[in-house]
């Protein structure tokens, strides 16, 4: 089955054969998440970038009243978060919302 994140990818600009093998290469390690969990948390500093690889997943924010407001909603092929370049603390959560998987 063809990566979404190399879909995407695609859809830019061809990726050659080797192209395409350095992102599997580099999108391998997966990890599953269950339905309704956190995959990352506000104020955490990320040490590796992960791609959507199954499932939908959204960031929020936590509001006073206890609520949460969704800001974006992350499909198969969308990277999540691009802090682990600038080190910097997220500033949503990002959650499952369905089963899914994470590379």
Do not use: H, K, N, R
């Given at each position: 089955?063809?990566?979404?994140?190399?879909?995407k990818l695609s859809s830019?600009?061809?990726l050659s054969r080797d192209d395409e093998a350095a992102v599997r290469e580099?999108?391998?390690h997966t990890r599953k998440h269950p339905l309704r969990r956190d995959i990352r948390v506000e104020g955490s500093v990320p040490s590796?970038?992960?791609?959507?690889?199954?499932?939908?997943a959204c960031e929020s924010d936590v509001l006073r009243c206890g609520g949460r407001q969704i800001l974006n909603f992350l499909l198969p092929g969308d990277v999540i978060h691009l802090n682990v370049l600038t080190r910097?603390?997220?500033?949503a959560n990002i959650s499952a919302l369905t089963l899914g998987t994470t590379s």
């Open positions: 089955m063809p990566s979404p994140f190399i879909g830019y600009a061809p580099l999108t391998t590796s970038v992960m791609v959507i690889e199954s499932g939908w910097t603390p997220l500033d």
